[in-house]
């Protein structure tokens, strides 16, 4: 299996800070790689496909970068309702896996 | 727009099979792929598995003895299937449209399913 590892696993940041989370996949993943949000008791949502595209109706403060087995999901002006749970997928080869999470807080 | 809802019971007994059915809206399930995911009580997510558009399926080696997914197109619905399961299959499970672009890009609310006596 592709073993996926973000970090940090938790932030603190404030409102218009720029935050930026990594994600590192065990092997070259090419850019198979997706990030979604996770709100407190809700289901995930697509944020970015493809390691760099943007999901329709998704912030353009979103952005993702990378390739290979080094990934990042860019905020590049912290909004309030940007709180939450951010994860990476690889969808490179089965078994699909997600990493293990970074939750975000507004400072 | 396409919707997804999970339906099933809430509480399972130990050993039993966990059984859901994912209902589509908005869309037809066909030349589409289909998915479930699950996640445990503050834990992150794992794949269960996925079902094609042409009926094949793929599953998530961990589960791959216990897990069967089909999909019923007359119906606009897939589902999943878990035998013999414990207190570790504990979850809130989500169904999820699997794009052909290699991402989950439309998911249901997602059920709780606890397995206790």
């Known amino acids: 299996d592709i073993q996926m590892t973000q970090s940090p696993s938790s932030l603190s940041a404030s409102v218009g800070d720029r935050v930026t989370i990594t994600c590192r996949a065990s092997?070259?993943?090419?850019?198979?790689l997706n990030w979604y949000q996770q709100k407190p008791g809700k289901a995930p949502k697509l944020l970015i496909y493809?390691?760099?595209s943007l999901q329709r109706g998704v912030p353009s403060g979103f952005s993702g970068s990378g390739s290979g087995t080094d990934f990042t999901l860019t905020i590049s002006s912290l909004q309030p309702e940007d709180f939450g749970a951010y994860y990476c997928?690889?969808?490179?080869?089965?078994?699909?896996?997600f990493g293990g999470g970074t939750k975000v807080e507004i400072k | 727009q396409v919707q997804l809802q999970e339906s099933g019971p809430g509480l399972v007994k130990p050993s039993e099979t966990l059984s859901l059915t994912c209902t589509v809206s908005g869309g037809s399930i066909t030349n589409y792929s289909w998915t479930w995911i699950r996640q445990s009580p503050g834990k992150g997510l794992e794949w269960i598995g996925y079902i094609d558009h042409s009926g094949n399926t793929n599953y998530n080696p961990s589960l791959k003895s216990r897990v069967t997914i089909s999909v019923d197109t007359s119906k606009n619905k897939f589902s999943l299937k878990m035998r013999s399961v414990t207190a570790a299959d504990t979850a809130v499970y989500y169904c999820a449209r699997y794009s052909s672009g290699w991402y989950f890009d439309h998911w249901g609310q997602g059920t709780l399913v606890t397995v206790s006596s």
């Open positions: 997928q690889q969808t490179y080869s089965d078994p699909v896996t």
């Open positions: 493809a390691a760099s």
């Open positions: 092997q070259n993943i090419t850019n198979y």
